[in-house]
């Protein structure tokens, strides 16, 4: 009794903290979720709101405005296009981290970015306009390399099973349209021997004898002595022996009598 008591306490721990591990599962991937999305909208208001600087603003307000959303959209693009690509080509992995290093650079040109556009003095920031664009044009230049390479690369594999499948479909078509290969060859069928005249010499082999139809039923059959058409001159038929049996006669037979006519 005891050691089913135990058995069912352990089952219960187990489901216990069984329920307890998904919940907490459950709990991580609902709040991972809910942060992506909150910060997917964050950036989504921060680049329409660049955008509206950048068109309506002028000077080094529009400009730093300009600067931003060119980076944020070329890094945007370079992560999305390396991480659709590392599902399909393992071998991007290497790329993706390089392009990790390459963010951290690029967060940090942002946020100074955003500092300067709080900042009061305009001389300075105009100061630092040229550097602030060549570290833009480095940073995106490097973020575009890895992007396109990466596009390259895919459209190169992809190019490659076109030309494959294109030869097998190619073969396949050929076999397909050789229609005369598929129809059967009937042998042709053999000659019929010629029948042997009467100018071929006694070792010619004779042809076999047809069986009589019905329709020459009415016609006499030959003698065995009797020779077949086509086999030159008649031989003379034997004369058979007189039957002993028919020149005996006996005191019970008549003669026959002619018959006189008045």
Request: no cysteine.
């Amino acid at each position: 009794m005891e050691a089913v008591i135990l058995i069912l306490t352990l089952l219960f721990a187990a489901f216990v903290v069984l329920g307890v591990y998904a919940g907490v599962k459950a709990v991580g991937a609902a709040k991972r979720g809910v942060d992506r999305t909150i910060s997917q909208a964050r950036r989504t208001v921060e680049d329409t709101t660049l955008r509206a600087k950048s068109l309506g603003q002028v000077g080094v307000a529009g400009e730093l405005a300009q600067l931003r959303l060119r980076l944020r959209t070329s890094m945007k693009a370079t992560q999305d296009a390396l991480r659709a690509g590392a599902a399909e080509d393992a071998s991007l992995r290497e790329s993706i981290g390089l392009f990790e290093r390459l963010s951290v650079h690029g967060r940090e040109l942002d946020e100074e970015l955003r500092r300067l556009e709080r900042e009061p003095d305009r001389g300075r920031t105009t100061e630092r306009l040229p550097q602030l664009r060549e570290r833009v044009e480095r940073i995106t230049h490097s973020a575009e390399s890895l992007r396109w390479a990466a596009r390259d690369r895919a459209r190169s594999f992809a190019e490659d099973d076109l030309e494959s499948l294109t030869a097998q479909i190619d073969v396949e078509a050929g076999a397909l349209r050789d229609w005369s290969r598929s129809e059967p060859v009937w042998p042709e069928p053999a000659a019929e021997p010629a029948r042997p005249t009467a100018a071929q010499g006694s070792w010619a082999p004779s042809a076999p004898a047809s069986r009589p139809s019905p329709a020459a039923g009415g016609r006499e059959e030959r003698e065995p002595g009797d020779a077949g058409p086509g086999t030159g001159a008649r031989e003379p038929r034997a004369i058979p022996p007189r039957d002993p049996r028919r020149s005996m006669r006996y005191s019970w037979d008549k003669t026959t009598r002619p018959e006189t006519t008045n």
